[in-house]
Every structure is written in structure tokens, then in C-alpha cells.
């Protein structure tokens, strides 16, 4: 009796008898004569024709082909007794009925795959560890042929895995090495794949590719299908039939690249965030991965997750360095802008202090030497704190300086200054800011406000006055062509004039009480502080206030004095 003996996958043990009839149309259709029940097989999937008692088999342009003895059908191919013919996932052996074979044999004998891993289990004596392909018939699944790397080569290349993922910090170096080893223990992976996104709204690209044949490596393309699946679902995927796999929806992309069997699992940071996917597949329909490949290769994606977790903390670590070491070095620069040393003026004394809030600050204060050897005392707070407030400051220090040289009138030159400052479009930022103006020679002082605080002045008698405060105009930076008065007094001796930025105003307790003007007043009203104590006195009555409670704003003060 000829007929097609199912060996594996499908109803195993079946037989199609070919005696009667001369054609037989086999496919997934109740109308066919031959009915395959499996998703992968086409409706229409081959014609069997009996032509002067051989045996025809002739494709009906099936998605998945058809095999004969491993070779594709093309246009028609002949059945002998014993061949094997594959689709999809059944294995069919061919008998034609001659003494030599029966259906009910062993199997069939001639040069095929099947006949290739007997003769080599008999010729090795250590067939366990030598063979590198196995059939397994025992259970009927899906799978036709279980292709594994020997157990000693599988737990080398784990051991290779773990030594490159262990020994190193920079895994876009080790994912590359991990394909390598992958291939080392799936030896039916044509290609391997590792997505990711570069950042995190940046579209999936592979990372790192392989493919075992040259010829493979012009297009190397993953599916985002597959991808996304994993990705989302955060799941690791099997499929035996990708490119019939109804979760991936019939995706031409998989089509396209002749995906036959895959495996894809999801890399899952500490924080449930999913990373990317690794991802091997097959274009052999004979090499389908099993649940035990799956598993072993969601280990890997779990070890590489590991990798890539404690490569990102590394990269923000040596980021947070490099970006302590900057933050330093803009401190550094900072300092460098503010003076060195107060002024020597015959008949006067100062005091300064300056502490940012952070590394640099939006404080400052200067003292410009002007002609006629008159001197200004500058004191600023830009509204904000950090690096942008510590640039604008560094940009506008420098106009400042210009402006008070060249222009006699303090209020003009400020004037100046401020429509300059409003032309950089610093959008939203402004600066308080106080300009003091001495003439040793007279003792005058003229001092021009823009919207800051107005100083605290002790004369001799220990009178307090803040001084400036109606004569005091707008920030600079809120309206460009701002006019600005100036007051005017003669230093007496003994006077003693306190400028200073809210971060002393304002310093705050544990209690969240502020330090508040009226606390600064009454202290520089005390008698017994001498005028050279003053600033001293004042700084350190503002640190007890404060205690351990954090610095949350900068602070700068400048003092002046007649003695």
C-alpha cells in the first residue's frame, strides 16, 4: 500500500493512503481530500498526482512551503519510498509499498536529515555529547526538531554572559559579545537581535545585531510586531510559525523576513520599566524553539536587565561627578568675580559677606574704584537661584563696571545699565539692586535703588535710618527706558550704612520662623557693637537664629563706615 505516514507533529501514526485515485489536493480545507488541521497550512496546500505509479507532490503557492528531503518544492517534486516531505510543523515519511519498507518501520532510510542523525548516533560511541541535534517523537508537540548546543558549550556561554555582564559598566560594549554567546547555545538562531530605545521618546532600533550567514547581514531588520508584543505585554514570547502566529496579526514585516520560529524576551528594569527585548529566530521551519529555550533565554534578558540597571546608575553617577566637578569649578570662577579684598580709603572701613544658596548664587557685590577717586559699593539679587541666576549676575557685573566708569551720574548709569540688561530678552528674570556712590574728599554719598531693599544707616548716636526708600525705583530688567532718582547725604562720622539681600532678612529656623527686618534693626541699633564689630555681630546672630536649619536662599551683605 503507497501512502504518507505522519512521523511527527499533527496526528502522529496516521496514514493517507494513496492506492485509490489518481490526484489528492492536501490542505487546511474540509473540502480538501487530505485534510491538515493546523492553522499554519494553507487551505490549498499541495496536490498529490499518481503518474504511471510514481507519486507527484506539487506546491499550491502555500505561504510556508513544502519539503522533500529538506529541499523546497519549486515547481513539482517526485516521492520515493522512504522521503521525507515537511509542512509547517508535520512530518510526513513516504512509502510506496515495495517489500523492502512498510509504513509500520522504523522510519525511513534514505539520505535524510533524519538518516543523517542515525548514522551518526551509531558511529559515536559518546553520542550524548557529541551529537548536536536531537528528534524527539515521544510527545507529538508542535515542534519538529529540537536543534541544542551540547549542555557543556550551553553553560559556557552562560558563564561568558555573566563574565562580560559582571566585568564591566559599559554594556553597549558587552551586548554585542551576549549575541556571540547566544549562538553559542541556540545553534539554530540565524539571527540575533537587541532593541532598545537610545532615550526614552526615541523610536526601537537594535543596539546590536548578528547573523550567522554573511548573506543575511544586508538586511538585518527586526519586527516591530514582535517587539512591541513583548515590550507592552512585558512577556516573554514562543512562537513555532511567526509568520503564521495570529498575535502578531499576519504583520507583513514577518512575512518579509521569513521568521519561521523566534523566541523574544522582554529586559524589565528594578522599576518594572521595559528596556528593550532580545530577541533570536530561525527562517528553518525544522529548527523551532522550545519552552526550555524560552526559559533560558528570559535568564539572559533578566541578567542583561541587571546590566543595563547598574550601567544607568553608573553613567548618572559619573554625570553627577562631572557635574560636581563643573558645579565647582563655576563656584570657583564666581569667587573669582567678586573682590578679593575691601577698598583702602583713608577714614573708612567695610565689612562684606557672600554665601550662595547652592554652589553659585545669583548675589553679588562689587567695589569699582571711580575717577576724581571717588568709589561705588554694588550690591545685587537676581530673582532666582543657581546657574542661570550666576550667569545673568556674571553678564551683568560686567556692565556695571562699564557704565559707573564712564558716566558720572550714578542714576544715569543705571539707567543704562537697565536698558541694556532689558535688550537680552532675559524674558521673565529681573535684579534688585543698590548702587552707593562715596566722594572721600566731601563725604557725599549718592545712592540709586532699584527696587531693593533700602539700607539701614547707625549714626554716631546710634540712630537708625534706612535711607533711600522714596527715592527707590523699579527692578532693573522691567521696564527699559526706566528713569532712576538718587539720594543724597554727607557721611558724618561714625555713620555705619548695612546693605544686604533678603537671604539674611529672611533666614529661617527650624520653626519656620523668619529672621525679619525689624530683629536686623534692633541689632545694628545696639550701642555696644562698635562700628568695626558690626558686620560680624550681625552675621553671626543670623547663623544662631538659623541653628542647623538649611541655607535656602543666598545671602550677601555689604557694610560701610566712616570712622
Known amino acids: 500500500m503507497a501512502g504518507l505516514k505522519i512521523v511527527q507533529g499533527g496526528e502522529i501514526g496516521r496514514v493517507y493512503d494513496l492506492d485509490e485515485g489518481e490526484h489528492w489536493v492536501m490542505g487546511r480545507s474540509p473540502e480538501c481530500d487530505l485534510v491538515l488541521d493546523v492553522a499554519a497550512v494553507s487551505r490549498r496546500h499541495i496536490i498529490l498526482t499518481k503518474e504511471n505509479g510514481h507519486i507527484f507532490v506539487k506546491d499550491l503557492g502555500s505561504r510556508n512551503g513544502t519539503y522533500i528531503n529538506n529541499v523546497r518544492v519549486e515547481d513539482r517534486g517526485e516521492l520515493k519510498n522512504g522521503d521525507q516531505m515537511l509542512i509547517c510543523d508535520i512530518l510526513f515519511v513516504f512509502e510506496d509499498g515495495s517489500p523492502s519498507k512498510s509504513l509500520g518501520g522504523a522510519g525511513p532510510t534514505n539520505s535524510s536529515l533524519l538518516q543523517t542523525l542515525a548514522e551518526e548516533s551509531e558511529e559515536d560511541p559518546n553520542a550524548t555529547s557529541e551529537i548536536m541535534a536531537t528528534l524527539d517523537v515521544s510527545k507529538g508537540s508542535a515542534s519538529v526538531w529540537n536543534l541544542s548546543a551540547r549542555p557543556e558549550t550551553q553553560l559556557q556561554a552562560l558563564v561568558e554572559i555573566s563574565n562580560n555582564l559582571g566585568s564591566t559598566l559599559t554594556v553597549k560594549e558587552i551586548l554585542p559579545k551576549i549575541l556571540d554567546s547566544l549562538f553559542k547555545i541556540f545553534v539554530q538562531a540565524d539571527r540575533g537581535f537587541i532593541v532598545m530605545r537610545p532615550q526614552p521618546t526615541a523610536p526601537l532600533v537594535a543596539v546590536a545585531s548578528k547573523a550567522r550567514k554573511t ?61 528593550g527585548v532580545v530577541q533570536i529566530d530561525t527562517n528553518n521551519q525544522r529548527s523551532r ?56 580709603v583713608t577714614g573708612y572701613h567695610f565689612f562684606a559677606y557672600y554665601e550662595s544658596a547652592f554652589q553659585v548664587g545669583g548675589d553679588y557685590y562689587d567695589y569699582v574704584s571711580l575717577p576724581d577717586n571717588r568709589f561705588a559699593v554694588v550690591l545685587g539679587d ?73 539700607p539701614i544707616l547707625r549714626n554716631a548716636k546710634g540712630e537708625i535710618l534706612e535711607i533711600g526708600g522714596e527715592e527707590a525705583g523699579l527692578p532693573v530688567g522691567v521696564i527699559d527706558d526706566f528713569e532712576f532718582e538718587a539720594y543724597e547725604r554727607v557721611l558724618e562720622p561714625g555713620d555705619f550704612v548695612t546693605i544686604y539681600t533678603d537671604g539674611f532678612s529672611e533666614a529661617m529656623n527650624s520653626e519656620r520662623d523668619l529672621y525679619g527686618v525689624e530683629r536686623m534693626i534692633e541689632l545694628i541699633s545696639d550701642k555696644t ?4 564689630d558690626l558686620g560680624n555681630r550681625l552675621l553671626d546672630d543670623v547663623r544662631g537664629f538659623a541653628g542647623d536649619y538649611p541655607q535656602s536662599d543666598d545671602m550677601c551683605l555689604v557694610c560701610i563706615g566712616r570712622d
Not at 415 to 440: H, Q
Open 215 to 275: 548573506s543575511d547581514e544586508e538586511n538585518m531588520r527586526f519586527s516591530r510586531t514582535i517587539v512591541r508584543q513583548a515590550m507592552e505585554g512585558k512577556r516573554a514570547i514562543l512562537s513555532a510559525d511567526a509568520s503564521s502566529d495570529e498575535r502578531f496579526g499576519m504583520a507583513e514585516s514577518i512575512a518579509d523576513f521569513q521568521i519561521r520560529s523566534l523566541i523574544c524576551a522582554p529586559m524589565i528594569s528594578s522599576a518594572g520599566e521595559s528596556l
Open 289 to 344: 524553539f522550545t519552552d526550555q529555550d524560552l526559559q533560558l533565554l528570559a535568564g539572559i534578558a533578566n541578567q542583561a536587565s541587571i546590566a543595563l540597571d547598574n550601567a544607568r546608575l553608573h553613567q548618572e553617577a559619573m554625570s553627577q561627578m562631572a557635574l560636581q566637578r563643573d558645579m565647582e569649578a563655576a563656584k570657583l570662577m564666581q569667587r573669582a568675580l567678586l573682590p578679593h579684598h575691601s577698598p583702602e
Open 382 to 454: 537676581v530673582a532666582g537661584k543657581g546657574v542661570p541666576a550666576a550667569i545673568l549676575m556674571a553678564k551683568l557685573s560686567s556692565d556695571v563696571r562699564l557704565w559707573l566708569a564712564i558716566e558720572p551720574d550714578p542714576a544715569k548709569a543705571l539707567g543704562k545699565i537697565n536698558s541694556i540688561f532689558s535688550g537680552y530678552g532675559w524674558d521673565d528674570r529681573f535684579v534688585t539692586m543698590v548702587v552707593a556712590v562715596v566722594d572721600p574728599a566731601t563725604n557725599k554719598l549718592i545712592l540709586v535703588n532699584a527696587g531693593h531693599m533700602p
Open 529 to 532: 557693637i562698635i562700628n568695626t
